[in-house]
């Protein structure tokens, strides 16, 4: 199975920073990448499928990028709203696989 | 707008077989298929596997083999997932999400599924 890390888990910031949240693959899914927003006690919501291309009514502030192994996900101007953790997927190969997430905290 | 709507809580006891349903609205239910995905309590997600909403064409995860059953009734536009031969280590919240076989762009509410003797 492709293992999908992300470092660190939880993160600290403030409001109106720039974050940038990391995520790697274990071999190469090329641009087969999806992030996704979670609140406690809530379903997750799609943010950006196919690396960097950002769902129909998701803030223009987030972005993402990346190919291959190595993705990113960033929030240019971080809100009260945006603090939650954020999952990737890989859907490149079967089992599709997550994440640990990274923890946005204040 | 695009809903999923799932079943309620669950509690059952190892061994025992769980039935989950997702109800479909707000699109064409054999336009998409329905991914199930799990969540353990404070944990990350585990892809359980996929059905096409015509029930033609399904992929489950190597883990859940034999142990899991989906299916579609496209008269009610409804998902189910059966999962067999229940252990502790499955108690989870057990999502929907429509998918048109690659990320999940619409999640159910999530059904809590509690194994417990």
């Known amino acids: 199975d492709i293992q999908m890390t992300q470092p660190p888990s939880t993160l600290s910031a403030s409001v109106g920073d720039r974050v940038t949240i990391t995520c790697r693959a274990s071999?190469?899914?090329?641009?087969?990448l999806a992030w996704y927003q979670q609140k406690p006690g809530t379903a997750p919501k799609l943010l950006i499928y196919?690396?960097?291309s950002l769902e129909s009514g998701v803030p223009s502030r987030f972005s993402g990028s990346g190919s291959g192994t190595e993705f990113t996900l960033t929030i240019s101007s971080l809100q009260p709203d945006d603090f939650a953790t954020y999952y990737c997927?890989?859907?490149?190969?079967?089992?599709?696989?997550f994440g640990q997430g990274t923890k946005l905290q204040i | 707008q695009v809903q999923l709507g799932q079943s309620g809580a669950e509690v059952k006891k190892p061994g025992a077989s769980v039935e989950v349903s997702c109800q479909a609205s707000?699109?064409?239910?054999?336009?998409?298929?329905i991914g199930w995905v799990r969540q353990a309590p404070g944990q990350g997600f585990e892809w359980m596997g996929w059905?096409?909403?015509?029930?033609?064409?399904?992929n489950y995860a190597q883990k859940f083999q034999g142990r899991v059953t989906m299916t579609t009734d496209t008269s009610t536009s409804t998902a189910y997932m059966e999962l067999r031969r229940l252990r502790s280590d499955d108690t989870a919240v057990y999502y929907c999400?429509?998918?048109?076989?690659?990320?999940?762009?619409?999640w159910g509410q999530g059904t809590l599924v509690t194994v417990s003797s």
């Open positions: 707000g699109y064409t239910f054999t336009s998409y298929g």
């Open positions: 059905i096409s909403g015509d029930n033609e064409n399904r």
């Open positions: 071999q190469s899914i090329g641009p087969w």
């Open positions: 999400a429509r998918s048109g076989g690659s990320w999940f762009d619409t």
């Open positions: 196919k690396a960097s």
């Open positions: 997927q890989q859907y490149n190969k079967y089992p599709y696989t």
